[in-house]
C-alpha cells in the first residue's frame, strides 16, 4: 500500500535512538524530509551522517526539549528549512519514573509541555498542508496504573487528553492529531535494555506480565506512527492507538 508520504515534510522529536530514530527510518523510507532534534550533539551529527549516507532527507539539531525558547526556535527554523509542515511527531519523554517534585517537573517540563510547545508552534505551519498530522508518543502508563504511574504515568495520561482535544478542536481545519501508546519497548540503549543488567528482577517481571513472550521493537512502534500519519489515514483522528502486545489488561472504550 501506498501510504502516500513521498514529499512530505515531517519533524520528530528524540530521533536519534529508540522509537524516534525508528521513525525517522520509516518516515524517510516512505519518501518523506525529515528535521529530528535529540539532546547530544555528537549523536545527531552521526545520525544525520548516517541517514544522509543512505539517500534519505533529513536534518538534525541538537536541542533540549526542557528548554522551551530553544524547542520553539528549533521547530521555527525546521518549517523554516523545510518549506512547511506536514506531520509533527512529539516523540521526547524525561522517562522521570517516581514520587518526588524533581520527577513531576521533569515529566511535566519534558513529556507534556514539549508536546504542548512543538505543536503550538507548529500549528500554522500544519494550517496550510493539506494533510496535516499530529502525532504524540504516550504510554500503556498512561492507562493503567503500574510501577510508573507517579509523575511519569500521569504526564503520559495528560498528552492523551491534550491530543484528543486537539483532535475535535482541528478536526474543521482538516488537522489530525492522534496518540500512540506502546508497552515495553526494547533496543540497545534503552530503558529496558539497562533495566535488563540493573534491575534484572524488574525486567523479569516486566518481561513476564507480556502475553506474546517479548518487548516490542521501535520498528513496530515506528509502523504505527507512520501509517497514522499518512494521508490513507485520513479519518482517523482523537484516537489512542495502543501497540503492547497484549500487555494492558484494561478495555478502551
Known sequence: MDLRLAGRKALVTGGTKGIGRAVVAALTGEGAAVAFCARTESEVRATEKEFRDAGATVSGDAVDVADGEALTSWVERAAADLGGLDIVVANVSALSIGPTEENWRASFEVDLMHTVRVVETALPYLERSEAASIIAISSVSGREIDFAAPAYGTMKAAVVHYIQGLALQLAPKGIR?????????????????????????????????????????????????????????????????????????????
Open 177 to 253: 492529531a492522534n496518540t500512540v501508546s506502546p508497552g515495553n519497548t526494547y533496543f540497545e540503549g534503552g530503558i529496558w535494555h539497562s533495566t535488563e543488567s540493573g534491575n534484572p528482577e524488574l525486567f523479569n517481571t516486566a518481561l513476564g506480565l507480556n502475553p506474546m513472550g517479548r518487548m516490542g521493537t521501535p520498528e513496530e512502534i515506528a509502523y504505527a506512527v507512520t501509517m497514522l500519519a499518512s494521508s490513507q489515514a485520513s479519518f482517523i483522528t482523537g484516537t489512542n492507538l495502543v501497540v503492547d502486545g497484549a500487555l494492558s489488561r484494561g478495555v478502551q472504550l
